[in-house]
């Protein structure tokens, strides 16, 4: 990626993370220019087919875990006889993992994503302990998920040579 393109996505990206740790949300106008950023890097990184497939991809797979999501607090909310009103992830989450798609392309928008998921989880963990430990524990506790989607990403999208090197090893 040339430095000025990179200098914008990293903008762009920094801008969802810090809108999303502040307010838990991703915004539709964010997301409508980020696909514009996305298929200018794709396209400009590893062609139409690949951009277009990533983007497809990305947005498919997340759609997936938001409905399993969905379906996993309506379950557990039943089971506990209670309303959980947060959700497991947002439509913004959803919106993001395309736009990242189109920017990393395929078949890397799902190595990103495997990043994206176990650094999240370690994270999760590390914030549940210090939670438990500290006595400040609440169940259902919303942990904004652009920022491990961006860095799953990010990883990829400047690091992906490194990375598939290390792989083929």
């Known amino acids: 990626v040339p430095f ?3 200098e914008i996505l990293v903008f762009y990206l920094g ?4 809108i999303d740790l502040e307010h838990r949300l991703i915004l539709h106008q964010t ?3 980020g696909v514009g950023l996305g298929a200018l890097a794709g396209i400009w ?5 690949s951009t277009m497939i990533g983007g497809a991809v990305g947005f498919v797979v ?41 920017m990393v392309g395929f078949p890397k928008i799902i ?4 990043l994206s998921i176990l650094l999240g989880g370690v994270v999760s963990f590390l914030y549940l302990m210090v939670s438990l430990i500290t ?3 609440r169940s259902f506790e919303a942990i904004p998920y652009a920022p491990f989607l961006i860095s799953g ?14 792989i083929k090893r």
């Open 62 to 102: 997340v759609l997936s875990l938001y409905f399993l999501g969905f379906l996993l607090v309506r379950i557990i909310s039943k089971w506990r006889k209670e309303e959980i009103s947060e959700e497991a992830l947002g439509f913004g989450d959803v919106s993001l993992s395309g736009v990242l798609g189109l």
């Open 31 to 33: 997301t409508i220019l």
């Open 153 to 166: 990403g990010i990883v990829l999208l400047f690091f992906s040579n490194y990375i598939v090197g290390i």
């Open 111 to 114: 190595l990103s994503l495997i």
């Open 15 to 18: 801008l969802v993370a810090v």
């Open 135 to 137: 006595n400040r524990y």
């Open 45 to 49: 990184q590893h062609g139409w087919v």
């Open 4 to 6: 000025w393109l990179a």
